[in-house]
T-cell receptor
Framework: EAGVAQSPRYKIIEKRQSVAFWCNPI?????LYWYQQILGQGPKLLIQ????????DSQLPKDRFSAERLKGVDSTLKIQPAKLEDSAVYLC????????????FGDGTRLSIL | KNQVEQSPQSLIILEGKNCTLQ??????????LRWYKQDTGRGPVSLTI?????NTKSNGRYTATLDADTKQSSLHITASQLSDSASYIC????????????FGKGTLLTVNP
């Protein structure tokens, strides 16, 4: 089966600019996650979708981050305006059943803020 | 507080040697425990999922153990290879309505020739 696809792989922007990331999960996976991973740390959940509904966005900085999952398939994560501390890898993952099935991760988008 | 602590933070071993990575958790209620391998520049890949009733589970040269009483897990790598160089992340979901995952910071393993 095809894995989780993410684009772009790398992005460099200046602070205060906006950026968007795209994720296509594994077909049939109802649960989709966006994570932020800072170098040397484990992934931090930003938002979790079940189909096209938000299950958990408690750690999403809503003043600058937004995410949507149209039609319960693809998802986009947007940052506007970007800050220096947003430099990180943004990982998308999907799961067939979050209770007992593993998450399948994409390779992420590495974001650098200048 | 739901936490996952991993040790050591980093480890360097010679190719062919064995090693053991540790994971302690305080996540409650417990559902299962997961180990992931993350190669540099790649997303994490699942190695194993262990439920409450499983004490030991193997995946090739990787063997995970779980002691639900002491809330400890270990990942043992046998006859290490250069390709085992990666970060190993312990993840524990909190049972409940959305099974929120708590991630450890990972152990960075370097296997040298």
């Amino acid at each position: 089966e095809a894995g989780v696809a993410q684009s772009p792989r790398y992005k460099i922007i200046e602070k205060r600019q906006s950026v968007a990331f795209w994720c296509n999960p594994i077909s049939g996976h109802a649960t989709l996650y966006w994570y932020q991973q800072i170098l040397g740390q484990g992934p931090k959940l930003l938002i979790q979708f079940q189909n096209n509904g938000v299950v958990d966005d408690s750690q999403l900085p809503k003043d600058r981050f937004s995410a949507e999952r149209l039609k319960g398939v693809d998802s986009t994560l947007k940052i506007q305006p970007a800050k220096l501390e947003d430099s990180a890898v943004y990982l998308c993952a999907s799961s067939l059943d979050p209770r007992n099935q593993p998450q399948h991760f994409g390779d992420g988008t590495r974001l650098s803020i200048l | 507080k739901n936490q996952v602590e991993q040790s050591p933070q980093s480890l360097i071993i010679l190719e062919g040697k064995n090693c053991t990575l540790q994971c302690n958790y305080t996540v409650s209620p417990f559902s299962n425990l997961r180990w992931y391998k993350q190669d540099t520049g790649r997303g994490p890949v699942s190695l194993t999922i262990m439920t409450f009733s499983e004490n030991t589970k193997s995946n090739g040269r990787y063997t995970a153990t779980l002691d639900a009483d002491t809330k400890q897990s270990s990942l043992h790598i046998t006859a290490s290879q250069l390709s085992d160089s990666a970060s190993y992340i312990c993840v524990v979901p909190r049972g409940g309505s959305n099974y929120k995952l708590t991630f450890g910071k990972g152990t960075l393993l370097t296997v040298n020739p």
